[in-house]
């Protein structure tokens, strides 16, 4: 069953644009917080950028200026535009979505999506 679904993934220059997007399933019910991740090759999962429902957002140093995550809170959807993208922004990206108690499970994650910027 298919709880979070991304798309918006590609190929782009570097200093160009991409824009994610993350729609939750809608019987998933009392999310808080909804954000992006990503992992690149070798690496660790990092955080990107995260948003509650109270609309306070939480960006990675490394993307502060260039990245803008925005929510539409009625389709429990979220947004990650990306501009000045650079290489080091090539990840597979993964939405999650977190609840807090009392529903189970406590978060959600979507399958990734890759973004690739060629230098």
């Known amino acids: 069953q298919v709880h979070l679904v991304e798309s918006g993934g590609g190929l782009v220059q570097a200093g160009g644009s991409l824009r994610l997007s993350c729609e939750a399933a809608s019987f998933i019910v009392g999310i808080n917080a909804m954000g992006w991740y990503r992992q690149a090759p070798g690496k660790q999962r990092e955080l990107v950028a995260s948003?509650?429902?109270?609309?306070?957002?939480n960006y990675a140093h490394s993307v502060k200026g260039r990245f803008t995550i925005s929510r539409d809170g009625a389709k429990n959807t979220v947004f990650l535009q990306m501009n000045s993208l650079k290489a080091e922004d090539t990840a597979v990206y993964y939405c999650?979505?977190?609840?807090?108690?009392?529903?189970?499970?406590?978060?959600?994650w979507g399958q990734g999506t890759q973004v690739t910027v060629s230098s």
């Open positions: 999650y979505a977190d609840r807090q108690p009392p529903y189970s499970p406590s978060n959600y």
């Open positions: 948003l509650t429902t109270g609309g306070v957002s």
